[in-house]
């Protein structure tokens, strides 16, 4: 119920990797990052809700992207370099605890990433982030891991449980 709420109140809309968004603030200012790509704006924030259904696939951003947990559900995000050398991070965002769950996450520019609700029974059937890049958001910098990719491929021979993210 508060999901669909929630989807209304802040007019969210479908989110191609999964999920509903809504961009709340675009700066005016503008950067340019010195990694070669043309200006961007300077800051990107947005509403970024998933139903316990639903998860974030695999994608990677050529900025920093900072992840607020708003309400619901903790949130399970996983990241891991560009190259899956290492094994991907578990991080818990949500309310702090004595367990290491914190509100709040940076995932450095080009780490592949993605997330679900950790949904417990009795608990919220959805979480609410917001989710801030710097330099701002531009889909050009924006790229999803192909099914068929060796990215996939690795993440089903290593971490076949999280390549149900793809």
């Known amino acids: 119920m508060r999901a669909r709420e929630l ?3 802040l007019k969210l809309d ?15 200012a503008q950067v340019r990052p010195d990694d070669g790509r ?17 998860h974030s696939r695999w994608h990677r951003v050529q ?16 990241t891991v370099d ?9 991080l818990r965002l949500g309310p702090v605890d004595v367990h290491g769950t914190r509100p709040q996450h940076t ?4 780490q592949w990433q993605a997330a679900q609700p950790i949904v417990a029974p009795g608990g919220a059937d959805y979480t609410l982030v917001s989710c801030t890049v710097g ?21 089903r021979h290593h971490w ?7």
Do not use: K, N
Request: no cysteine.
């Open 7 to 9: 989807i209304d109140l």
């Open 82 to 90: 560009a190259l899956l050398r290492t094994a991907p991070a578990h």
């Open 38 to 54: 043309p200006a961007r704006d300077a800051l990107t924030t947005i509403y970024f809700l998933l139903e316990s259904h639903q």
């Open 160 to 166: 076949p449980a999280l390549a149900a993210l793809v």
């Open 63 to 78: 900025s920093d992207e900072v992840w607020i947990h708003l309400e619901g559900a903790p949130l399970a995000l996983w």
């Open 107 to 110: 995932v450095p520019a080009g």
């Open 14 to 28: 479908p989110h191609p990797e999964g999920g509903w968004y809504r961009e709340v603030f675009r700066s005016s």
């Open 135 to 155: 330099p701002g958001f531009v889909f050009d910098d924006f790229t999803f891991m192909r099914a068929d990719g060796d990215e996939a491929a690795a993440l």
